[in-house]
């Protein structure tokens, strides 16, 4: 447990938003994420290894799907129809997620201090299931899926656009990321970037260009608090 600095960069004075991803923030899915993918391509006859799986972790369904696709020569129809079984095999299992441990309490707390806004790589559907699973629809204002951008991240765009529908400037915002390909994302916006080490550790986040790296909700709460001090 700790909190680690690159000292890079100091915080924003008083945020006025915080920019979220979904999975690995708010919700443990990496696991659930990789077996359905793998069970996917598994049913064209594509096997993949773990090494694969790191390499686009953040990164959307559809990049990596056609990437590895495409290697083993598929045509479109046959992305198509991988994407297609993730999917179904993805919202069979959903129901089973369970949150980050203190991100509902976190965001909760958030609400009556921050506008909230939602910038993740998954889909409408695993986007809208996720957030009403854990009852957290109606706390963000805004909510970027992958529906909504047409360069996923290491893109800056899902949070460019998120802080745009806020009407907001990016140095009012902070973005919580846990992806290292998110973090380089929050990085071109720029905005500055807190990252939970759910899905990678402390030097691999801090490299990728996070601000600062937490372990915890509970001192992503401190720093704002000092912060706004």
């Not at 909190?3 to 938003?17: E, G, M």
């Not at 939602?118 to 009403?132: D, E, M």
Request: charged content about 25%; glycine content about 6%; aromatic content about 8%.
């Amino acid at each position: 447990m700790g909190i680690y600095w690159p000292s890079r960069r100091t915080p924003t004075n008083n945020p006025k938003a915080l920019v979220l991803d979904m999975g690995g923030v708010l919700i443990d899915s990496e696991a659930l994420h990789k077996s359905t993918k793998r069970q996917a391509l598994r049913s064209a006859g594509i096997e993949v290894d773990e090494t694969v799986f790191s390499r686009y972790i953040g990164r959307s369904d559809r990049v990596m799907i056609t990437d590895v696709a495409k290697i083993h020569g598929l045509s479109e129809d046959g992305i198509e129809a991988i994407l297609a079984e993730k999917d179904r095999l993805y919202a069979l299992g959903q129901r089973d997620l369970r949150p980050v441990r203190g991100a509902i309490d976190f965001v909760y707390w958030a609400y009556r201090k921050y506008r909230l806004a939602i910038a993740t790589s998954a889909t409408a559907q695993n986007r809208k299931c996720a957030l009403a699973s854990l009852g957290m629809t109606s706390l963000f204002e805004v909510a970027i899926d992958s529906s909504f951008i047409v360069h996923p991240k290491p893109s800056p765009e899902v949070f460019e656009k998120a802080i745009a529908r806020m009407e907001m400037a990016p140095s009012d915002c902070w973005i919580i990321e846990d992806a290292l390909n998110g973090v380089a994302a929050a990085r071109e916006v720029p905005c500055f970037t807190v990252a939970l080490t759910t899905s990678f550790g402390e030097s691999e986040l801090l490299r990728a260009g996070a601000d600062v790296v937490v372990d915890q909700f509970n001192e992503i709460q401190t720093l704002l608090r000092e912060a706004c001090a």
